[in-house]
T-cell receptor, first 118, second 112 residues
Framework: GAVVSQHPSWVICKSGTSVKIECRSL??????MFWYRQFPKQSLMLMAT?????????EQGVEKDKFLINHASLTLSTLTVTSAHPEDSSFYIC??????????????FGPGTRLTVT | QKEVEQNSGPLSVPEGAIASLNCTYS??????FFWYRQYSGKSPELIMS????GDKEDGRFTAQLNKASQYVSLLIRDSQPSDSATYLC????????????FGKGMKLTVNP
């Protein structure tokens, strides 16, 4: 299967600071990447869809000015949590789908980034 | 609202048994379905994808799709304790959106 990496795997930051999380597709090109958040014992929650070279599409209720997404290349998308607060502490996971082809549509997840805001 | 519903679970089976996980979906136009496995504290891992009616087998896993009844299932044969995880069903709705719709997941425990 395709490999997606995330960096960092965990981060602790102080309230009010910003944190950047990187998502990379290592062995395929990804026109579309997705950012999810997951709180303990809860379901995945899609935050936004990131398309290479264009603005991200945010899900309802997700503040686009707080969660900045940049998808500058076919292998890299970044999520910046700005002015982080303790309630932003969560498990952030990206996923990527390969370039469109035939009927195949598969989405691969990165290992996730655990953010703790103190 | 396009939804994917999974049995609430949890499901507990003895080692060596068959575990059966089911989900239904509301969007009749959905064509692609996926099963992900998520271990506690880890991200989801794609284990099966299915696009056509019928069965698709991969090792101990069999995915089944019935578009007329709008359900997808995953069978795990010869269940092992290492299969203990939360299993997520996901579908791609018809249309231009690239995003998947996920079920809430079912926790499977395989008892040695």
């Amino acid at each position: 299967g395709a490999v997606v990496s995330q960096h960092p795997s965990w981060v602790i930051c102080k309230s009010g600071t910003s944190v950047k999380i990187e998502c990379r597709s290592l062995d395929f090109q990804a026109t579309t990447m997705f950012w999810y958040r997951q709180f303990p014992k809860q379901s995945l929650m899609l935050m936004a869809t990131s398309n290479e070279g264009s603005k991200a599409t945010y899900e309802q209720g997700v503040e686009k000015d707080k969660f900045l997404i940049n998808h500058a290349s076919l292998t890299l998308s970044t999520l910046t949590v700005t002015s982080a607060h303790p309630e932003d502490s969560s498990f952030y996971i990206c996923s990527a789908r390969s370039l469109p082809g035939l009927e195949v549509y598969e989405q691969y997840f990165g290992p996730g980034t655990r953010l703790t805001v103190t | 609202q396009k939804e994917v519903e999974q049995n609430s679970g949890p499901l507990s089976v003895p080692e060596g048994a068959i575990a059966s996980l089911n989900c239904t979906y509301s969007d009749r136009g959905s064509q692609s379905f996926f099963w992900y496995r998520q271990y506690s504290g880890k991200s989801p891992e794609l284990i099966m994808s299915i696009y056509s009616n019928g069965d698709k087998e991969d090792g101990r896993f069999t995915a089944q799709l019935n578009k007329a009844s709008q359900y997808v299932s995953l069978l795990i044969r010869d269940s092992q304790p290492s299969d203990s995880a939360t299993y997520l069903c996901a579908g791609k709705p018809q249309g231009g959106s690239e995003k998947l719709v996920f079920g809430k997941g079912m926790k499977l425990t395989v008892n040695p």
